[in-house]
């Protein structure tokens, strides 16, 4: 079982092959909340949803077992139980002998002396649905009060991309700018099972996808996610700014390994003349957008905006009111049908064929977790800022 804490601190003790159970603690009373806000996240994020995933069949149904009452949250620990189902710990017995190439049985049996027999235990991407489950909790605070809309969707398998080239001569490509300002969840969700919100690309992906698959083998990809109305101000300076959190939290996923924000490695190509965004007046608040007290200075609209949006909505890891944008890279699963010559635990050469149920590429699955963990992220750093506020409400006026 796991449990996950908001603000983002997450302590869980999920397995790959045992139940899910989420905690969220510090999170706001009086907010409506119900099963329906959270199990459309974990029926995206679930397994046997198509057959470019794993045919591992869970419903993943999430149980609310306290912290709500009457259909609002109490201000105590909220806690969710999602039961597994569909376990077979005995499709890894080859894998008491052998460690996965490139998984982490080696490295948790070296770390602690012992380690699951199955699944990979602690190890598993199982372990998500916690995560998921609590960061549909965080986002739907995160909605209620500031109108924050989070998007992520599939840019990349192999290399099949979304926008080849989306920076061309250092300008930022008009198509994918028009798709960060608009790209809703179900525009993304009309493009299964690969989550790419444009037809002939979301085609091309699955024919990828399908040919490693057939093949015993897997592939990598990336996810973009979009961040839209995030309030100004959020992120602390040093060492938790928020492109530092939220790459914590994106390289915190499992399989994960890279992690890029707004312009990211391009920008590095660039001369400041051109990278840098240019300010100007920010246009009127939007009024159909969530409307707190006017002592909020987060809910009040920015009197600047920038022409250009390089940054990624974030400058000196503080969010800067646009729309944050980044990518995340996900390697091929560890795990392949493929026979692979390695070694055992002991150091004798041998040959591993892995039995199991997996992803050929977790990339469609895990974009309901890049939007978790960020909403997760969000919601900490926002609380962090209106406490901060709400103190300094209190101060007498600086003369």
């Known amino acids: 079982m796991g449990f996950v804490e908001v603000p983002c601190e997450e302590s869980q003790a999920t397995e790959s092959e045992g139940p899910e159970l989420g905690r969220v603690n510090n999170f706001p009373p009086g907010i409506e909340l119900g099963a329906e806000d959270i199990q459309p996240q974990l ?28 259909g609002y ?10 039961p597994n189902e569909d376990q077979r710990p005995h499709d890894y017995n080859e ?36 995560r998921v489950a609590a960061g549909a909790v965080a986002d739907k605070c995160l909605s209620l009060t500031h109108g924050v809309e989070i998007v992520a969707f599939v840019s990349s398998v192999g290399d099949e991309y979304l926008y080849p080239h989306m920076y061309s001569e250092s300008t930022v490509d008009p198509g994918f700018a028009r798709l960060i300002q608009t ?26 996808i399908a040919d490693y698959r057939d093949k015993k083998d897997s592939i990598g ?41 707004g312009s990211g490695f391009h920008g590095c190509e660039m001369p400041g003349s051109i990278h840098n965004d240019p300010f100007m007046s920010a246009p009127p ?13 987060t809910m009040d609209s920015p009197r600047l905006t920038t022409r250009t949006n390089n940054s990624g909505g974030v400058q000196g890891g503080i969010s800067n009111g646009s729309i944050i944008y980044f990518r995340v890279g996900f390697k091929p699963p560890a795990t392949i049908g493929q026979a692979q010559q390695t070694a055992d635990f002991s150091g004798i050469d041998g040959v591993l064929e892995a039995k199991g149920r997996h992803d050929p590429a977790v990339v469609p699955r895990a974009v309901p977790i890049v939007e978790a963990m960020t909403s997760l992220v969000l919601l900490d750093a926002l609380l962090e800022q209106l406490g901060r506020e709400g103190m300094r409400s209190l101060l007498p006026s600086r003369k």
């Open 95 to 130: 894998m008491d002998k052998f460690p996965r190439p490139s998984h982490a049985d080696f490295t948790y049996q070296e770390k602690y002396g012992i380690r699951a027999s199955s699944g990979g235990g602690r190890s598993s991407a199982r372990e998500t649905v916690a």
């Open 183 to 208: 790209v809703t969840r179900q525009q993304v969700d009309d493009h299964l099972p690969v989550r790419c919100p444009e037809p002939k690309t979301a085609e091309r992906m699955a024919k990828k």
């Open 285 to 297: 608040a939007d009024p159909s957008l969530p409307s707190l007290e006017p002592s909020s200075k």
């Open 43 to 70: 029926s995206r994020r679930r397994p046997g949803q198509s057959a470019l995933s794993t045919p591992r069949n869970e419903k993943d149904q999430v149980q609310i077992q306290s912290g709500i009452e009457k």
């Open 73 to 82: 949250t109490l201000g105590t620990p909220i806690c969710l139980l999602v």
């Open 221 to 261: 990809g990336c996810i973009t996610c979009v961040v839209r109305n995030c309030p100004i101000g959020l992120g602390e300076p040093a060492f938790d700014k928020l492109e530092a959190v939220l790459a914590h939290a994106m390289l915190s996923i499992p399989s994960t390994k890279a992690f890029e924000i």
